[in-house]
């Protein structure tokens, strides 16, 4: 079974988190940060991993370290998770809309650690959940998992559903990326 758990402490939070890559969506999530809680329950749900979240953080600064940490952990699971990536699709993409919302995402398990993401400008708050947030855990994950990851809103007003249609994408991209298809690794150069 390809699952991993990881633990990250720091003086603005502790966090442990556990994945199964080959789960069936199953999750506990417990982060002090309402809404990152409902967007790691629907990346679980969307690309049926199963997940483990117990987080805290500095959230009486900021919710900004918890968020970055979360997808920090994140990545570090999913990469830890992988092994040595033999079979894997490693590429995946999906545009999924929520409402309005329109998300395109695309990931390459590459070992290049890299993210690019555009949002149309938006900006506000979710709640007490500042929006932009959103660019900071998608990088903590791109960086940590070693993977080249485009998150890109083609279209959407609201921010509650543009930041649910990025986890929805991002799982079903994540998914079709982790797929087993074959035995190698799928690189020229023999390894990724």
Known sequence: MREAEVFRETRE?????YINLDG????????????LTHMLESFAKHGRFD????????????HHHTVEDCGIVL???????L???KGIRRYGYSIIPMDEALVLSSIDISGRPLFFYEDKDLRGK??????????????????????????KVLDGKILHH????????FAITLKEAVKVEGSGVPSTKGVI
């Open 13 to 17: 939070t502790k966090i442990k988190l």
């Open 51 to 62: 997940l483990k979240v117990e987080a805290e953080g500095d959230v009486h600064v900021s």
């Open 75 to 81: 990545g570090q699971a999913v990469l830890k998770a």
């Open 83 to 85: 092994g040595d990536k």
């Open 126 to 151: 979710i709640t007490e959940f500042d929006f932009e947030l959103i660019w900071e855990f998608f990088k903590g994950f791109a960086l940590e998992s070693r993977s080249t990851l485009h998150i």
């Open 24 to 35: 069936s969506g199953n999750y506990e999530v417990n982060t002090p940060v309402g809404f």
């Open 162 to 169: 543009v930041a649910e249609a990025c986890f929805k994408s």
